[in-house]
């Protein structure tokens, strides 16, 4: 397992790293850190195969989003978990939109972390309980239903017209390998194991094909 630490603050990094190694009894996990946008874009190159990237959403230089942005387009397969002091729900739904596939707040604690990392490492997306508004569980219909960031629902929508993969990638610009990643969480989150089945399930947590 890799981890890709991101925070300007040395103290917090370390306090995380330290958490990370709970995250799978008997087994380490291995964290790089980085303490900007710069730095994290730089970790990435040297290392493209990360599992995860935790990162502060107030970065100095670059702002926590335009970095997400960049991971977006350089790196769409690795998930996102953003983490911030704030507590502002236009500033998770603007983070989700973006791809984060999870938004916590500082003053939780470390179970919640381990928590939202086990969670976004099964395909699922996660926002804190105190972030929790009906903006900010985009597109979840039903209390309890499985919330999806706005890309997987943007491949959804279009998965219920009946697009393929690859009519999916021409219809978002971007290749068949990201609509097959995004398909294959949606697939997760949902539980299923088809197209046909994902479709059903969409419905029944009022997704729409509109």
Do not use: C
């Not at 990392?117 to 903006?135: D, F």
């Not at 890309?151 to 009519?167: A, C, H, K, Y």
């Amino acid at each position: 397992m890799k981890v890709l630490v991101v925070d300007d603050h040395s103290l917090v990094r370390a306090g995380i790293k330290q958490v990370l190694q709970n995250l799978e009894p008997g087994n380490s996990v291995e964290v790089a850190e980085a303490g900007d946008g710069a730095g994290a874009m730089h970790a990435l190159r040297m290392q493209p195969d990360m599992d995860l990237v935790l990162m502060d959403f107030d970065l100095p230089g670059k702002s926590g989003l335009a970095v997400l942005a960049e991971l977006g387009r350089y790196h769409p397969e690795t998930p996102v978990i953003m983490v911030s002091g704030a507590s502002n729900p236009a500033v998770v739904q603007q983070a989700l939109r973006q791809g984060a596939s999870a938004f916590l707040t500082k003053s939780g604690d470390s179970e919640e972390l381990l928590h939202a990392i086990r969670e976004v490492l099964a395909g699922n997306a996660y926002v804190s309980p105190k972030l929790q508004t009906p903006q900010a569980n985009l597109g979840t219909s039903a209390p309890g239903g499985p919330i999806l960031s706005e890309r997987q629902q943007e491949v959804l929508r279009l998965l219920t017209r009946g697009l393929s993969n690859r009519e999916i990638g021409d219809q978002l610009h971007v290749s068949e390998e990201t609509v097959k990643s995004h398909v294959g969480l949606i697939f997760k989150v949902f539980n299923v194991h088809s197209r046909v089945e994902a479709v059903t399930q969409a419905r029944r947590w009022g997704y729409t094909s509109g």
